[in-house]
């Protein structure tokens, strides 16, 4: 699991362009939107975008990201549970 | 209407700063060696950030006095639009690696960077691109007029921003129905067309 929240944290930062943030910056349980990194709602259409890409895991509803979302922990969760690569 | 120009900015791969260029590296240098604090300029795409930072070039000195009037008017010009981004867009939509980018996609207009630049100085006047053949001072200097005329504003930011095959030039200036105290260049045609030649020059001498 640590492994994938390293690797989870580095695509994030690259995808999302987070010039001035390192993976060390990203608590593992703290939220991805509003007071944590300040993403957008641009940004949670790349990491809907991220997960098929990267995981395999298509979601036919974009609101299912607002629980998959919520730390870099809980999402690292749910691609260990359903990745299908 | 008397209109002025009260302030100029120039960006070019060999003039931009005392201390940087924007040559090979690209514009984060320039971001940096302003001293700016927005994470949100490394989201911009190229055409963007060229424009967000002609913008803080030309306007740091005239911060104090834009902040206590709001109604600026935001108008750019170019020749490429957005094409630059269109084609990073296009290479995310092939059929072997399907997996369009939301990212690159909202940029896919090139309007967006008067918006960007709105956005972060807090402007509420009125915003937009247009695209022409090359620099025309004439069509900067007659939009630019119609526009305050129509909407009875006093302040525009306006000028050319150009991004396309790995080259860039942004040449932004600050228009005023008012002079300042340091200069009275009114904002002609020929005027405009005076400073970007004398500016281009200056960047070819170097």
Redesign the interface.
């Known amino acids: 699991m640590n492994e994938l929240i390293q690797e989870l944290k580095l695509e994030i930062i690259n995808v999302l362009n987070l010039e001035d943030v390192t993976p060390a910056d990203i608590n593992d349980d703290a939220p991805l939107f509003g007071d944590g990194l300040g993403l957008d709602s641009i940004d949670a259409l790349e990491l809907i975008v991220l997960m098929e890409k990267n995981y395999g895991i298509k979601l036919a509803d974009p609101a299912q990201g607002r629980e998959i979302f919520k730390s870099i922990r809980i999402m690292a969760e749910y691609i260990q549970s359903n990745r299908t690569k | 209407m008397e209109l002025y120009i009260n302030q100029y900015s120039y960006i070019s791969p060999k003039h931009t700063h005392p201390t940087v260029t924007t040559a090979g590296e690209g514009l984060?240098p320039l971001y940096r060696a302003i001293g700016i604090d927005y994470?949100k300029f490394?989201?911009m795409d190229n055409l963007a950030k060229l424009g967000f930072l002609a913008a803080e070039l030309l306007l740091q000195q005239n911060k104090r006095n834009l902040n206590t009037r709001k109604d600026i008017a935001t108008i750019c010009f170019n020749r490429s639009s957005s094409l630059d981004t269109d084609r990073l867009y296009q290479t995310t939509i092939n059929p072997e690696n399907n997996?369009?980018?939301?990212?690159l996609f909202?940029y896919t207009l090139p309007n967006i960077l008067t918006a960007e630049i709105a956005i972060r100085n807090k402007f509420t006047g009125e915003t937009s691109t247009y695209i022409t053949p090359s620099l025309n001072p004439e069509t900067i200097v007659r939009t630019v007029r119609q526009t305050l005329n129509n909407t009875n504003g006093n302040t525009a930011i306006t000028g050319w921003t150009e991004y396309a095959d790995d080259t860039h030039e942004a040449f932004m200036m600050l228009i005023n129905k008012q002079h300042n105290s340091n200069t009275t260049t009114p904002f002609t045609p020929e005027q405009v067309n005076k400073l970007i030649i004398h500016l281009r020059k200056q960047t070819n001498n170097k």
Not at chain 2, 99 to 103: G, L
């Open positions: 984060t994470p490394f989201k997996y369009p980018s939301p990212s909202v």
